[in-house]
T-cell receptor, first 117, second 111 residues
């Protein structure tokens, strides 16, 4: 029973390049969260997606960042024209949550450590 | 916007001592979750609290949700070296899907 998978685990990009981070949720989960974590800091919410829908992207910068969760395949967090300040660990978490009143735990992937040189 | 603060930021304890971390939200929460993250690792779910005044126990860990659903605490009795890590609370406001994580409390246990 595979958990949440993220790849790559480590990604090095030069300033101005694009970074693509992938997240495969747990089997049966249709909801994905993306978080960003700087060293020694907490997790900052970026975006919440359901398959083929962006539910809440209020934590994501308007410029250069985008996310998708297609009907087939992993969720993708895309950062265009990366800058040094984008260096961080990016975690995704999946959940079986729906829009009802029941709340479900989030299962986190191992994260992608992005370094921008 | 919603903010979630945790205190203390760091805590060093001798093995066998108790430990408590407190989580305070600027707004009323629908539910609160607690996670543990080991150094270099990813957050791992510990517990979820939903009801006002709820108390849940997991072995040496006791979790509480305040009556006003704006604060929560995690208490560990008789800490062990395996308790080392950073403990985060994550609160979700009413009418929203996103979780706001607290600033975290980093626990070190001295053998």
């Amino acid at each position: 029973n595979a958990g949440v998978m993220q790849n790559p685990r480590h990604l090095v990009r030069r300033r101005g390049q694009e970074a693509r981070l992938r997240c495969s949720p747990m089997k049966g989960h249709s909801h994905v969260y993306w978080y960003r974590q700087l060293p020694e800091e907490g997790l900052k919410f970026m975006v919440y997606l359901q398959k083929e829908n962006i539910i809440d992207e209020s934590g994501m910068p308007k410029e250069r960042f985008s996310a998708e969760f297609p009907k087939e395949g992993p969720s993708i967090l895309r950062i265009q024209q990366v800058v040094r300040g984008d260096s961080a660990a990016y975690f995704c978490a999946s959940s079986s949550e729906g829009a009802g009143v029941t709340f479900y735990e989030q299962y986190f992937g191992p994260g992608t450590r992005l370094t921008v040189t | 916007g919603q903010q979630v603060m945790q205190i203390p930021q760091y805590q060093h304890v001798q093995e066998g001592e108790d430990f408590t971390t407190y989580c305070n939200s600027s707004t009323t929460l629908s539910n609160i979750q607690w996670y543990k993250q080991r150094p270099g690792g990813h957050p791992v779910f510990l517990i979820q609290l939903v009801k006002s005044g709820e108390v849940k126990k997991q072995k040496r860990l006791t979790f509480q949700f305040g009556e006003a659903k704006k604060n929560s605490s995690l208490h560990i009795t008789a800490t062990q070296t395996t308790d080392v890590g950073t403990y985060f609370c994550a609160g979700r406001g009413s009418g929203t899907y996103k979780y706001i994580f607290g600033t975290g409390t980093r626990l070190k246990v001295l053998a």
